[in-house]
């Protein structure tokens, strides 16, 4: 039945199902209205039926009406009409099509956001991979690259509006500053071997910097800028102690006997440099098989920190983290024995859940999602690192103290490798003496 009636002179006309019923006359055509109005050679009539329009030009000047319709037609009050009823019943028949269309759109929208996370991620792989295979100066600039734009983004997530509203951020200057104090850490840490001093002096400028400021220093500022140089600077610097401070030769690596002497040959695989590829692929496989897990089987939530965590998938990634962990000292023979590769794994799953919690928190209390838009479909540079940040603490310290415990020290691959150069050096000054090499 006809909801209302548009004419080309006239508002609109509502038809109740009340008025048009009003006379038990003749049976009305529910596709058909009439309606004329004299002096008009040419009069165009437009139907609605809930959603669907019927347009009926009329030509003839005298036309018969039928009760009915002049009883609701006298019975409407076009100036009591509601538009938003109006533009709601004329809607109705365009609501599945719309509904359909953002369904497909959202369709769309993740899966470019799904190809995007794909290319960035392969991509990052393949950087950072380069990076710690090259290791030295590449690997150390590639680091400190980094953590500049972690450093600006947890310096502009303390300024937001979430955290903020509660205190008084750091000023601007002191920001940069700090960020550019966290890039430098870990080169110091290359050149050095040790920067406890270094951060110690920087936080202790930083700190006096914010004391003497003008106005009204709040200690919100003070603990936020030392966190943020303990949490950006110092801690990614265990990743270089890491790799290029643990120098000792992975002497049963088969995988190094075959390296290209161009590329540093079977010294070029060192412990540091197995202990990174198994500590970076075991995060990997912890994140990728947790959320794997929590997609498929995740029921329970882990923390009120971050929701979409679940003891389900926290599970299942612990079980690809140690089995990843596992698999790489087989093919590095290294660590020894299978203790230490499992304790290895669990140290690396438990740090990188707890760096991915802190990033969550800082940015709950932020108000927003994504840390930043550094990286397309992967968010901001934190969001890709958070998982990394105590890792690289951790494990090197089971690298230096905790892996002696399970029956291996890099100590001992030191001492050994001296060894093996003394004696080295003694069989050349002796061959050039023209002596027998020396045999022992």
Known sequence: MASFVETDRYNLIPLSVTSLCGCPCRPLSNKTLTLSRRGVPKLKLKLVFDGSELVVPVRSARIYINRRVITAVARAEPESLDESNTKEE??????????????????????????????????????????????????????????????????????????????????????????????????????????????????????????????????????????????????????????????????????????????????????GLVATLISVSSIIAADTYAFLGGKAIGRTPLTNISPKKTWEGAIVGLGGCIATSVVLSKIFSWPASWLSAIAFGFLNFFGSVFGDLTESMIKRDAGVKDSGSLIPGHGGILDRVDSYIFTGALAYSFVKILLPVYGYSVVEEEVFSDLITERTEKEEKNSRKGGDPIIS
């Open 90 to 271: 004329v809607d109705k028949g365009h609501i599945l099509p719309t509904v359909k269309a953002d369904a497909l759109s959202e369709q769309q929208h993740k899966s470019s956001q799904l190809r995007k996370r794909i290319v960035s991620g392969l991509g990052i792989g393949i950087s950072v991979g380069g990076a710690v295979l090259a290791g030295g100066w590449v690997f150390t600039v590639a680091l400190a690259a980094a953590v500049f734009l972690g450093a600006r983004e947890y310096f502009e997530l303390v300024r937001s509006r979430g955290i903020a509203a509660g205190m008084t951020p750091p000023p601007r200057y002191v920001s940069r500053v700090c960020s550019v104090i966290c890039a430098l850490m870990p080169i110091l840490t290359l050149y050095y071997g040790n920067i406890d001093i270094s951060v110690t002096s920087a936080a202790f400028v930083v700190a006096m910097s914010l004391l003497l400021q003008r106005g009204n220093p709040r200690f919100a500022q003070l603990s936020s800028t030392m966190f943020g140089l303990f949490y950006c600077g110092y801690l990614p610097c265990f990743w270089v102690k890491l790799r290029c401070g643990l120098a000792a030769p992975a002497l049963n690596t088969r995988l190094g006997a075959g390296w290209p002497f161009l590329l540093g040959g079977q010294a070029h695989w060192t412990v």
